[in-house]
């Protein structure tokens, strides 16, 4: 009984010992590894993708997805704060449907997923879905970054955030489904493209007031200014054409019809020195080159992608992003030979591109 009892002293006096020699368990705080800044060697390029409800975010030195995170619901309009510290995103909680489907019984809409999202660019965390009204799709900043301007698409409005007090303040009545969204240089003036109704409004961002109403070409898209912010380029989808705009007056000065028919404008980009306007052309599989000296195309560059639509450029200038919504990639461009360097995969569906400083 004796030689029993000894044995189970010595059992649990080694028990206590193997206790009290372990580690003492790290707090919290320790455990949960901090997440690491992202490290690239070149530009990160930002690429919304519609219908897997991610961001993609490639490196511009190696051409390769380095990271992905969830945002919402149909993530469309992407850009980069004026500051470069915080990426937005817009959400729609309505189903995708194609032109076509109009007059059909539109499926119910998830009027909680509307919203822009902030993600800091430095932990690529949300910081926090903003209000925007119905159905955002494109935005644009004040050069200072306090507001914002979204194209709320079925309400036929935009609506104007306030980004200190994180709220809608205003709503500015325009005309059916407006998409594309852009500030001129000083930002004096927004444009809004109205696609059903073919007309952009220029918005005084003083008074938030149309200012002027400019007749365009059909279904026009997207807008993009020359950076000394004289000329607007407004890209018209089933005109195959470009309405070249006087953005001082606020009227049409002249018209860039494509030569392929099939070319479906869309995207627009301005190259750093103002002499270059990028436009991709969805169903035409193209980017063409146009001079903003003369107005004319100078370069086309062909089987690009399958309907490339958002586009982007690198701060030098030298090389194009698409954004080729059916085969879920993006392709990297070449400027100045015009070749396709390679083409990435992403998301599905990817839609919108924005390239940091």
Known sequence: MASWRRRLLDLLLLAVMAACSKPS??????????????IVRGQRVYVSNEDSNEISIIDSATQAVVKTIFV???????????????????????????????????????????GIAAVDVATLAILRNLPSGQDPESFDL??????????????????????????????????????????????????VTSEAANKVFAI???????????????????????????LGYITEEQGASITVVDAKEHKPRTQIKLENAAARPMGA???????TVYVSTGRGSAVVYIDTA????????????????????????????????????????????????????????????????
């Open 269 to 275: 980009v301005v190259a750093p020195d103002g002499k």
């Open 72 to 114: 919402g619901k149909r993530p469309r309009g992407i850009r980069l704060a004026p500051d470069g510290k915080t990426l937005y995103v817009a959400l729609s909680g309505s189903p995708r449907a194609p032109p076509n489907a109009r007059d059909a019984a539109p499926p119910t809409p998830d009027r909680k997923a509307d």
């Open 204 to 230: 005084d961002t003083k008074t938030n007031k149309v200012i002027a109403t400019i007749e365009t070409g059909p279904r026009p898209r997207g807008v993009v200014f020359t950076p000394d912010g004289v």
């Open 294 to 357: 003369d107005q004319k195309v100078i370069k086309v560059v062909d089987n690009v992608g399958v309907r490339p639509w958002g586009i982007g450029i690198t701060p030098d200038g030298k090389t194009l992003y698409t954004a080729n919504g059916p085969s879920n990639d993006v392709s990297v461009i070449d400027v100045a030979s015009g070749r396709i360097v390679t083409r990435i995969k992403v998301g599905s569906l990817p839609w919108g591109i924005a390239v940091s400083r």
């Open 25 to 38: 368990a790290k707090p919290a705080a320790e455990e949960t590894s901090e997440a690491k800044p992202l």
């Open 142 to 191: 004040t050069p200072d970054g306090k507001l914002m301007y979204v194209s709320n698409e079925e309400s036929a409005q935009a609506s104007l955030l306030d980004l200190s007090a994180w709220k809608v303040v205003q709503t500015i009545p325009l005309d059916e489904e407006p998409e594309g969204v852009t500030m001129k240089p000083a930002g004096d003036v927004v444009y």
